[in-house]
Each structure stands twice: as C-alpha cells, then as structure tokens.
C-alpha cells in the first residue's frame, strides 16, 4: 500500500497510522519524552510530571486549532498503543518562516525505521499542503539516528543553516537547500 492521506488529521503508510493527538494520548506524551534516552540529544524537552505531559498536548492541541496540522501521534496500523511522534511546527529560522519537523519515538521501537517511514509521510504531505514553507529539521551533531531519519524524509544538510539551539549547535536539513539565506543562496 503506498503512503496516503486518509483526512486533515490522519496519515497512513504502510505499516504505520499517523492521527492528531487527543487528551487520551497524554499517557504516552509523558512514557515517551520522560525516557531519557529519546530524549538524549534533546534533555530540554524531557518531561517529569503528568503536568507537564499535559501543558505539552495542549500547545500541540492549540497548534493544530491555529494552523491545521502540528504533530501526530505515530502507531502501527495493526495496534492502537503510540509507538512515538512525528510532525512539523510552524516557527522561524533565521528569519524566515519554516516548518520544523520533530520526530520522538519509543526506544522498544528503535532500528525498524518507523521514524523514518513517519518523517517521509509527514514531509511529503507539508511539501504537498504546504508549499510556501521549506520543511526543516534541526539535529544535534552526533546524532546520527536522526540524520539518517531526516535523509530518508528527503531532506538535504544545509551547513549555512547551522546554528545555536535550545539544546547545543544543531544541524540544519531542509527541503529547499538555498533558503533562510540573506541572498537566498547558501553560504559558504
């Protein structure tokens, strides 16, 4: 079965569902991102409380109200339990207005590449629905997992996009390698 749109809030692939988060979802929010290892490259984003689990789905909720999509909440298509999350985020990048794609999985489901069969419907769909923003990723340096992940979403190392993150000096990939330059051509 090839990748497809089923509505505005649910992607499918192959093996994977991707739907918007509902309330019943903060559960897995606070599982996933209170591991310390999915969120090793990204300790900023580690939760430690139900509350915070819950501040976490109502910004991703508000997002989605705001601009129609946001992230969604990745299962495979035979079980309903999440096995991680995938999305992007309208946000600005050296001036410019982008679309950030996160991606956040359960370690129990780690060297299958459903981050990367995820980050490639999601990709695909902002290419296709949202064509006036270059898609985005931001990634630490050694963290080679996710730059494999960011490849196989089809996207492209844009070294003059480098930059201070929330979290260290990230990586940038892109869909369109020549923007978010003052003259809209990498630098070098």
Same mark, same amino acid.
């Given at each position: 079965?090839?990748?497809?749109?089923?509505?505005?809030?649910?992607?499918?692939?192959?093996?994977?569902?991707?739907?918007?988060?509902?309330?019943?979802?903060?559960?897995?929010?606070?599982?996933?991102?209170?591991?310390?290892?999915?969120?090793?490259?990204?300790?900023?984003?580690?939760?430690?409380?139900? +509350?915070?689990?819950?501040?976490?789905?109502?910004?991703?909720?508000?997002?989605?109200?705001?601009?129609?999509?946001?992230?969604?909440?990745?299962?495979?298509?035979?079980?309903?339990?999440?096995?991680?999350?995938?999305?992007?985020?309208?946000?600005?990048?050296?001036?410019?207005?982008?679309?950030?794609?996160?991606?956040?999985?359960?370690?129990?489901?780690?060297?299958?590449?459903?981050?990367?069969?995820?980050?490639?419907?999601?990709?695909?769909?902002?290419?296709?629905?949202?064509?006036?923003?270059?898609?985005?990723?931001?990634?630490?340096?050694?963290?080679? +997992?996710?730059?494999?992940? +960011?490849?196989?979403?089809?996207?492209?190392?844009?070294?003059?996009?480098?930059?201070?993150?929330?979290?260290?000096?990230?990586?940038?990939?892109?869909?369109?390698?020549?923007?978010?330059?003052?003259?809209?051509?990498?630098?070098?």
């Amino acid at each position: 079965m090839s990748d497809r749109e089923v509505g505005d809030s649910e992607l499918l692939t192959a093996r994977l569902s991707l739907r918007r988060p509902m309330r019943g979802d903060i559960g897995a929010i606070l599982a996933i991102h209170s591991d310390t290892r999915a969120c090793r490259y990204n300790p900023s984003d580690a939760l430690a409380s139900r +509350a915070g689990a819950e501040r976490l789905f109502e910004l991703w909720d508000s997002h989605w109200r705001r601009f129609g999509f946001g992230y969604w909440v990745v299962r495979r298509r035979s079980c309903e339990a999440p096995v991680g999350f995938c999305g992007i985020k309208a946000m600005q990048l050296k001036g410019e207005r982008v679309l950030n794609l996160f991606y956040r999985f359960d370690p129990s489901s780690w060297g299958c590449g459903l981050a990367s069969e995820a980050a490639a419907v999601v990709v695909s769909w902002a290419v296709r629905q949202v064509p006036d923003y270059p898609v985005i990723a931001r990634v630490h340096p050694q963290n080679v +997992a996710s730059q494999r992940v +960011a490849a196989h979403a089809g996207l492209i190392r844009a070294r003059h996009l480098d930059g201070q993150g929330f979290d260290g000096w990230d990586w940038i990939y892109t869909s369109r390698p020549g923007s978010a330059s003052p003259e809209g051509q990498p630098q070098s």
